[in-house]
């Protein structure tokens, strides 16, 4: 009995160990600036399968929005339905807006387009590039 206690104790042990060092999911904070006609920074990067949390800044004088497109796909100006078929997460600030928001970045690895979907505004350049690392 006393063989089978300590048997059974040691395999838990090994269980909660191995659970430990595989860790939770992983997690990753951007903090990015939009304004006329821009994002800053222009890049940014997370870990495959991540919980992002997004903190948005609107330093401009207009509404803008972040919209992130699905790996590969690159919307052409002018933004319309066909881009919108393409959205992963978005949000829309108003002018001297803060925002925090959660989303989970892709599992696999790639390079995924930020714009601003206002009209106008991607034809002025308004975008960025979030890249997934596997």
């Known amino acids: 009995m006393t063989n089978r206690f300590l048997i059974y104790s040691a395999v838990i042990l090994l269980l909660v160990a191995?659970?430990?060092?595989?860790?939770?999911?992983?997690?990753?904070?951007?903090a990015m600036s939009m304004s006329e006609f821009s994002f800053s920074p222009?890049?940014?990067?997370?870990p495959a399968g991540a919980e992002v949390t997004l903190t948005l800044t609107n330093s401009g004088t207009i509404e803008h929005n972040w919209v992130l497109l699905d790996a590969g796909y690159q919307a052409a100006a002018p933004f319309d339905a066909d881009d919108q078929a393409n959205v992963l997460a978005e949000t829309k600030l108003a002018a001297s807006q803060v925002q925090t928001f959660i989303f989970t970045a892709p599992a696999d690895a790639g390079s995924l387009q930020i714009v601003c979907s206002i009209p106008g505004h991607l034809e002025a350049g308004?975008?960025?590039?979030?890249?997934?690392?596997g």
Do not use: K, Q, R, Y
């Not at 191995?18 to 951007?30: E, F, Q, Y």
């Open 18 to 30: 191995g659970l430990a060092a595989c860790g939770g999911p992983s997690t990753a904070a951007i």
């Open 42 to 46: 222009a890049s940014a990067s997370v």
């Open 126 to 133: 308004m975008a960025a590039s979030l890249t997934v690392e």
